[in-house]
């Protein structure tokens, strides 16, 4: 297949990057600065610079994007890039936040961040990440899917994941976890066999 990685230097971004070159697949990376990736062609360009042109040749588009100092952004990005995919035939790969699953009360995540003390200084970007998978959940003309981390979504090696139906999942420990290396074999196996569309998956380590 032939994959562009928005956000391809970050956390997510790279994992993703490396297991798909690993697998063989053509893969470009758009990034914001000029960098050297191995085997990957790169091209300098801001995500709310793309057009469709940019993005009509690929099979795959998978975005990554983040901005911890202005959040809103994620959401922005998001919708232009819903904007460019429509009418085209590219699937979009969106990486969401943890905020949006059910803890093991059947709370969001979300309303339990909110209730942490201090959370007002820091909420605005999982709060983002909310809006950002209710917005594709309206989505109905474009082919994409979603894919959340658990609460620690940590740099990491692969080793084996599950798929958690939208809860968060505790390990024997009360932790809850999944690596980049982790999610990038979970991102990766749902663009060479589909199983979903226009809906989110979401992935934790196995336990």
Same mark, same amino acid.
């Given at each position: 297949?032939?994959? %562009?990685?928005?956000?391809?230097?970050?956390?997510?971004?790279?994992? !993703?990057?490396?297991? %798909?070159?690993?697998?063989? /697949?053509?893969?470009? %990376?758009?990034?914001?600065?000029?960098?050297?990736?191995?085997?990957?062609? !790169?091209?300098?360009? *801001?995500?709310?610079?793309?057009?469709? *042109? #940019? !993005?009509?040749?690929?099979?795959?588009? =998978? @975005?990554?994007?983040?901005?911890?100092?202005?959040?809103?952004?994620?959401?922005?990005?998001?919708?232009?890039?819903?904007?460019?995919?429509?009418?085209?035939?590219?699937?979009?790969?969106?990486?969401?936040?943890?905020?949006?699953?059910?803890?093991?009360?059947? @709370? $969001?995540? $979300?309303? *339990?961040?909110?209730?942490?003390?201090?959370?007002?200084?820091?909420? @605005?970007?999982?709060? /983002?990440?909310?809006?950002? $998978?209710?917005?594709?959940?309206? !989505?109905?003309?474009? #082919?994409? =899917?979603?894919?959340?981390?658990?609460? @620690?979504?940590?740099?990491?090696?692969?080793?084996?994941?599950?798929?958690?139906?939208?809860?968060?999942?505790?390990?024997?420990?009360?932790?809850? /976890?999944?690596?980049?290396?982790?999610?990038?074999?979970?991102?990766? *196996?749902?663009?060479?066999?589909?199983?979903?569309?226009?809906?989110?998956?979401?992935?934790?380590?196995?336990?």
């Amino acid at each position: 297949m032939k994959i %562009a990685v928005i956000g391809a230097t970050g956390n997510a971004g790279s994992a !993703i990057t490396i297991e %798909a070159v690993k697998r063989g /697949h053509q893969v470009t %990376a758009f990034v914001r600065k000029t960098v050297e990736i191995k085997d990957v062609n !790169i091209v300098v360009k *801001d995500v709310f610079d793309l057009t469709t *042109d #940019d !993005i009509k040749g690929f099979d795959v588009v =998978v @975005n990554t994007f983040a901005n911890h100092q202005k959040p809103e952004l994620i959401l922005d990005a998001a919708t232009h890039l819903i904007h460019l995919l429509r009418g085209t035939k590219v699937r979009g790969v969106f990486m969401l936040g943890a905020a949006s699953l059910e803890n093991v009360t059947g @709370n $969001l995540l $979300l309303e *339990d961040l909110k209730s942490i003390p201090g959370s007002d200084e820091w909420i @605005n970007e999982p709060q /983002h990440g909310f809006y950002e $998978l209710t917005f594709l959940r309206w !989505i109905k003309d474009v #082919d994409w =899917v979603g894919f959340s981390p658990q609460s @620690n979504f940590i740099v990491g090696e692969a080793t084996k994941y599950e798929l958690t139906h939208d809860k968060i999942v505790l390990d024997s420990e009360g932790n809850s /976890h999944v690596t980049t290396g982790n999610m990038a074999l979970a991102v990766l *196996d749902e663009l060479e066999t589909p199983t979903i569309h226009q809906n989110r998956l979401s992935v934790t380590d196995a336990v």
